[in-house]
Nanobody
Framework: VQLQASGGGLVQAGGSLRLSCVAS??????YGWFRQAPGKEREFVAA????????NYADSLKGRFTIWRDNRNNTMYLQMNSLSPGDTAVYYC????????????????????WGQGTLVTVSS
């Protein structure tokens, strides 16, 4: 599986961005997004099972971020609204071969494949 993330950039506080991640290769059971701010550990953002219906969000991001995928082009998305400087980070897409539980989705070690990351910078 290869993952190619895009869509990052510079946005003002209160603005929105949509990240994309194109997946190629074998099918997988779970996909997700993580982020890593400077000097911090990589943290869970959102995840879902590829077959859908199991969206899972970091508690602090629920209501502002939305995750979904498009089967037609094997692309996963992360819509981010009402961005603040605290959202500044490198965002990574990830995929797991297995269909993960809700708890496992939140652990970065559960994922087998990672995209290269896309930088999101939110200015105040």
């Amino acid at each position: 599986v290869q993952l190619q993330a895009s869509g990052g950039g510079l946005v003002q506080a209160g603005g929105s961005l949509r990240l994309s991640c194109v997946a190629s290769g074998r099918p997988f059971g779970t996909y997700g997004w993580f982020r890593q701010a400077p000097g911090k550990e990589r943290e869970f953002v959102a995840a879902n099972r590829w077959r859908g219906g199991y969206q899972n969000y970091a508690d602090s991001l629920k209501g502002r971020f939305t995750i979904w995928r498009d089967n037609r082009n094997n692309t996963m998305y992360l819509q981010m609204n009402s961005l603040s400087p605290g959202d500044t980070a490198v965002y990574y897409c990830a995929a797991a071969s297995d269909t993960l539980t809700a708890a496992s989705m939140r652990r970065k070690n559960s994922y087998d494949y990672w995209g290269q990351g896309t930088l999101v910078t939110v200015s105040s």
